[in-house]
Structures are given as C-alpha cells and as structure tokens.
C-alpha cells in the first residue's frame, strides 16, 4: 500500500492556513501544520501534525523539515503562507518595522522555499505554493512594507519555478486580491478560505504537462 502524502502548511493558523489544512486532511494527505506556536491535532485525527517554528530563523526552517520527513515522511506538497499587514506612510515605517516585514514575507519564504526543494529533489519532485498578494504587483500608498516583501517573494517564485521546473518541481504564485473573510464570520463579498484552499489543492493535482505558475484570484465583487 503507497504511504500518504505529506503537505506541510507554513503559516497554519485562522484563515486560509486552517483552511488549507483542513483540504490536505480531506485528501488522505498527512499533514504538517507549521506555525511560531504549533497547533494540536484538529478532528482529522492523526492526519495533522502541530510543528512549532520561527520561520524567519534558517536553522528552526532547517530542523522543522528534518522533523517532518522523519515523523511524516518527505513533503509533495509545501505552502509558504506567511506574511505582515502593515500599514503606515513612508515617515512613518521605522527600519525596524520595514525589516521584520522583510524577513516575515520575504527571507522566511526563501527559507521554506529552500527547504521545500532540497527535499523535493532528493525525492522525486512536488509542488511549492507562495501566497501574494495584491500588493505583489502593485505598491499602495501607505503599503511600502508590506509590498515591498511581497514583490520581492514573487521574484523569488518566478526564479524558482525557472530553476526547479525541469527538474520536477511544480512552484507557483497565487495573487490573492481582495480581504480573507474571518472563519466566524463569513461572507459573500469577501474572499471564502475553503475555496482558496481548494484552489491552491487543485495546483498541486495539475498534470506536468499544464502547470499554472501564477494564479490570480479574486472574489467576484473584489473590482480590478
């Protein structure tokens, strides 16, 4: 019998991670659950995992993938879903703030990114998920911290995605245009997290002969 496979979700959490955990566990998918605090097994039993890691921090990164392969097995699938609402003019931003901004969206994604791909290519291939933004392709008044981390993360899937597709490795961009309705409260208008998970689910079941690297979503009343 083939042993499941394995999803590790950086960024678990209300929202889009909870929900993206939820739609691996319902695929039969083991399922690491990856945040600064680690999250306890939900109803999907022992299909989710909690992992406590920092990942702005490379050797955490390093040891939580170490962690996973050997408890759940090497990762097919790894979604970098982490990043900073911040908002404030350009006198305002202070180096501090700017910079964890950086590291959160940007250098934890190389981090996970990497991870990701020294797995995947000892192992045969898989697929690596960067959450965008908006603010991915276009910089806001009063958005200098948060875009500038997520331009610089799409750079970073695009270079991946050169590198690593030939050799297997399916990475994709999903631009996610519009506010995340809150899981207690959901609405029509706003962004469902069940179905951007289903979403980012459906990139990963793609054929290699149609890989979408970038995805642009949006709900129906978000205008662009």
């Excluded at 879903?81 to 006198?91: A, E, K, T, Y």
């Excluded at 190389?110 to 991870?115: D, K």
Aim: glycine residues 14%.
């Amino acid at each position: 019998m083939d042993k499941p496979e394995v999803a590790v979700i950086v960024g678990a959490g209300p929202g889009l991670g909870n929900a993206l955990v939820r739609r691996c566990a319902k695929a039969g998918m083991r399922v690491a659950a990856v945040s600064r605090r680690g999250l306890a097994g939900d109803a999907d039993g022992d299909l989710v995992r909690g992992y406590s890691c920092d990942a702005t921090v490379g050797e955490q990164v390093r040891n939580a993938f170490d962690r996973i392969e050997e408890e759940l097995g090497p990762p097919s699938l790894v979604v970098f879903n982490i990043g900073i609402w911040d908002r404030g003019g350009i006198l305002d931003i202070s180096e501090a703030l700017f910079e964890q901004a950086w590291r959160t969206g940007c250098l934890a994604g190389f981090l996970v990114g990497r991870a990701a791909a020294a797995s995947m290519l000892e192992h045969g291939g898989g697929t690596i998920i960067f959450s965008g933004a908006t603010g991915s392709i276009r910089g806001g008044a009063g958005f200098a911290a948060f875009a500038s981390p997520k331009f610089a993360l799409r750079g970073l899937a695009q270079a991946m995605a050169r590198e690593l597709g030939v050799k297997g490795i399916h990475v994709a961009h999903v631009l996610l245009d519009g506010m995340i309705a809150p899981e207690s409260a959901p609405s029509e208008d706003l962004f469902q997290p069940a179905a951007i998970a289903e979403a980012y689910y459906q990139l990963h079941r793609q054929a290699r002969g149609a890989w979408t690297h970038e995805l642009d979503l949006r709900p129906y009343s978000e205008k662009f």
